[in-house]
């Protein structure tokens, strides 16, 4: 007993250089933000709280739990590659990359569970009655099984006898298999809805597996430019040279996708998509855009990576963190666009209320409150890691 | 003996736009007063022609009871389900709300039930059709814009009109194979 007591004492440290407290203080402030939030939903109801309506059903709290679990699978990735096809650079990196790959796919669980009518009735109801042609079912059970493997990572890595090298890496390569398949299978969810032309093909299921893992990369610079103080030490250089190299590239993909899909939906102008990408182009979401995806998500990250030459962490951290931000435009903007075409006109008597034949949608202060319950988790059940527990890995 | 297989046939060109079909369709259904909840609406087409010589039609629709619908495809809990009768209609008590179900239908035909907690829509009044009576909006219309019947019995009003009339079916792009019919 004691011997084990000592083994769990041997993880633990208090951690009193690593800038923890305004984080955790501001996730505790985020988290009862959350909490009021939520509150408000469990008595007001979720048609008096949230902004979404009957022509767009999907609002904000799609968005940031895919915004959320896609960056989760994304760290996941990367620890795949660190775990089972060696890249041992990622490999220090492995504890904070398995810890922080949990808790933000917890953070994405709170925002689909609060955005759910019925989110217990769904725990048996998958069990008992699965529709396997629904492909938010398999994207539950490949989040579910995510989940699970994320929690038996955890195990290995912390275990204080040291860690079992194999087993991380089956358990690395498994998740990163499922994490692909978790993402791909949320884009299919969009993918597969032939009603709504901007979302219907394969674009989002591959752009979201491949900015899930810039963002995972950009979440590790910024966190280890946060837990250094803005001076990671040379044993990490080779890792976050490495990561700002991958988030590179997958930024180039993304405006490898991202253009060939607006010019897609310009050429002859195939009537919803069209209007979704006027939306984005020159519409109610042009600075969204402009501003949140082109510039934040894939311009001056680009542009700061190529200027540090992957050499320079914290102008890759800033990277990292332009993209954070931008990242959160790419889901929100796409999600919302492609429902701004009305299903019908929105003639006299339709029930449909357009204008300039579009629809409409605005975050509500309760959709904005749990979303930060969500970040707020984050921020201060990670932080609050960095505070106690020892987090930096040895190479294999 | 084959299972029935029903259908609505409309003439919308009967239609004077007196609406009482969706006050039917409210009161028999309990739909909740609200600018998102209906079930079944009368657009208002565009005005035709030159003044003095105007002309105006209405399309009266509702939930398109598709046979190929992709409503009950993405739903991830076999709430929508379709009838052997070719009725689509949603389990309240399986419904999770996560609207997967309002994203997928071309026609928008579906909208959230504060008073079922649920996705909610037109049932085809499945309630009256098992005691021989017809959809309230089929029964209340003072110019029987629409009619509801049996594909499978030649006899069927609505199978003689679909026979001797032209037809169309709302956003046949979308291969939905609508089990509502507009005969022009």
Known sequence: MSTRIENLRSLIRINRDVPTIPFIAAGAVLLVLGLIGVARVIFEGHEAVYGATRQVPWGLLIATYAYFVITSTGLAFIGGLGHAFGFHQYARLSKRIVLMAFIVLLAGFTQIGMELGHPFRLMYLFLISPNFSAPIVWMGIFYGIELLILGLELLVVFNPNGTNHKLAAVLGFLALLVGVMATSNLGFVFGSLTARPFFHGIYFPTFLVVSGIAGGASLLLVIYNIVYKFNVPDQFKDAMSSLG????????????????????????????????????????????????????????????LIASKAKEIRIMGLAGLTFLIGMFFTRYDFIVAGQMPPMRAGNEGSGVEAINGLMHYVPSSGEWMIFALGLGLFLFLYFLSERFLILDADAH | MKNKRYAIVLDTKKCLNCKACTVACKFENFVPVGDDTYRIWVTELPLQGKFPHLHQEYQTSQCQHCENAPCEKVCPTKATFTTPEGVVLVDYKKCILCKACMTACPYDARFVSEHHESVEKCTFCMHRVSEGREPACVETCPVRVREFGDLNDPNSKVSRLLSSRPYLQLKPEKNTRPRLFYVL
């Open chain 1, 245 to 304: 190299k991958l988030m590179g590239l997958c930024i180039g993909i993304m405006i490898f996708l991202s253009f060939w899909k607006i010019i897609s939906s310009l050429y002859t102008e195939p009537k919803e998509a069209y209007d979704s990408v006027i939306v984005l182009l020159s519409g109610p979401l042009y600075a969204n855009f402009w501003i949140g995806e082109v510039l934040m998500a894939l311009v001056l990250p680009l542009a700061l």
